[in-house]
């Protein structure tokens, strides 16, 4: 199993930015494809983006698309999310994921590692 943890979440006013950072100790990061799902109150977990093992895929929701980064450093173990031009639907907790495979997938029950997920909100 891989330890995933999410940093950088927070408190923001709409329009402004935010980073978010997942870390993991595992030997065998650069073969996992990485993604952030994120669930609102009272709303399904949702797909928000995904990165390939190489980093040269990536996927985005339709929401977020334009607005939000996806990246990853095989040296150092890390994914990250900037986002950008936050809207208040864009509150939610941030969950950082990770599964062994070449293909960026929507679908959360292919993921079979979960980070313990960040609060992000952004105030209207």
């Known amino acids: 199993q891989v330890q995933l943890v999410e940093s950088g979440g927070g408190l923001v006013q709409a329009g402004g930015s935010l980073r978010l950072s997942c870390a993991t100790s595992?030997?065998?990061?650069?073969?996992?494809?990485m993604g952030w799902f994120r669930q609102a109150p009272g709303k399904e977990r949702e797909f928000v983006a995904g990165?390939?093992?190489?980093?040269?895929?990536?996927d985005y929701a339709d929401s977020v698309k334009g607005r939000f980064t996806i990246s990853r450093d095989n040296a150092k173990n890390t994914v990250d999310l900037q986002m950008n031009s936050l809207k208040s639907e864009d509150t939610a907790v941030y969950y950082c994921?990770?599964?062994?495979?070449?293909?960026?997938?929507?679908?959360?029950?292919?993921?079979?590692?979960w980070g313990q997920g960040t609060q992000v909100t952004v105030s209207s």
């Open positions: 595992s030997r065998t990061f650069s073969t996992n494809t």
């Open positions: 990165i390939s093992r190489s980093g040269g895929t990536t």
């Open positions: 994921v990770a599964r062994l495979g070449s293909f960026v997938v929507r679908d959360s029950r292919q993921y079979a590692d």
